[in-house]
């Protein structure tokens, strides 16, 4: 049979079978985002983040490489996707239509987006997410005209998923229970003569033992002098006695991710590990007491600036206190809708959750990593993992 009739015959068993979330919980995100559309003066959207679509219709897989659409309209929820793609389509998205192109057509999907969008006047488009191809774009403006395309429809998403709904809450809070037990298996081989793969081998089995889905982030695991560069991550390392070991985790529960990093010592923490423990520490205080609703982003940023000050000429630190975090695909676990950061004017809102990683790096020498993932609340920042805070 071709992927056509491969659609039908899985939909007539399994269709809609493996929705993430209760139809309840899918129609309310949609309303809320039809509201905002007609706030904003848009009649569709055509979203192609997998994580947009993955909100608002639950359709979900591990191949995120390819062409995938998905067009919201007041009327309808139509979901384009490639051949190899219709299993995951008709068992995990709730949506109206389904329209399927060969996988290696890809000239192919620009008629039936034509036909789709053609009623509709005011188009919203995320210009800057992942996913929409240049390509695409380009024949769908050449065909129907520029003039229908707006770049506000993913700031329009970023604005309602930043802030997270009890269901969501609860899949976070059951990945930040996983991926606390991949960390607790990875901490305890740390020995000298262990490698880093071979920590991180253990945290994955942990891990996935406990639970979680395909990761969107694999675990990340650095030693020594390794540590003091940023994003690079296990190659074969051995261990030393007295090296610091860096780990920052983040298991996939319905896809939502809350991430936590730690830092173990295979032997004694020298002081000046310590201290810089301290400082991490002391960030996390102060961006927990400033994450309060109503306060900006910056503000968060100020007071967490004002602890890491009397060492900023000696470490190396992102620049970025805290990211939201919450549905997400490979290649990252960051959703994208904010970030605590100098400059970053928007304002807390309850229920917000954020990533806050506390990485302190001594460039060609060592460094220190700490984090939790915290919900926003009335009272300020409240972890849903558990980082003690020791090394």
Known sequence: ?????????????????????????????????????????????????????????????????????????????????????????????????????????????????????????SIGLDAFGAGLRFGVIRELQARLGAGRFRDDGGELLDRIRIVKTPAELDCLRESARITAAGLRAAEAIIVPGVTDNAVAAEGSRAMLAAGSEFMSLQPIVTVGRRIGTIHVNHKRQVIERDDPVFLEFGSAFQRYTAPMMRTAVAGLASAEMQALRDVCRGMFEALCDAMRPGASFDDAAQAAEAVLAPHIERVFFSGVFGYAVGAQFPPSWVEGTGYIARGQYAEFATDMVFHLPLCLRLPGQWGVGMSDTVRVTPEGGAPLTNNTYQL
């Open 1 to 121: 049979m071709d992927h056509h009739a491969y659609r039908y015959a899985l939909a007539e068993r399994l269709a809609e079978s493996e929705l993430p979330f209760a139809p309840a919980e899918l129609a309310a995100r949609r309303r809320r985002v039809h509201e905002a559309m007609q706030t904003a003066g848009l009649e569709a959207l055509l979203l192609t983040d997998p994580a947009d679509i993955f909100y608002l219709t639950g359709y979900h897989t591990f191949e995120v490489s390819v062409h995938v659409c998905l067009v919201v309209s007041a009327e309808r929820l139509v979901l384009q996707v490639p051949s190899i793609e219709v299993g995951p389509a008709v068992v995990t998205a709730a949506v109206d239509e389904i329209l399927d192109y060969r996988w290696e057509g890809i000239g192919e999907v620009i008629e039936p987006l034509i036909d789709i969008l053609a009623p509709y006047q």
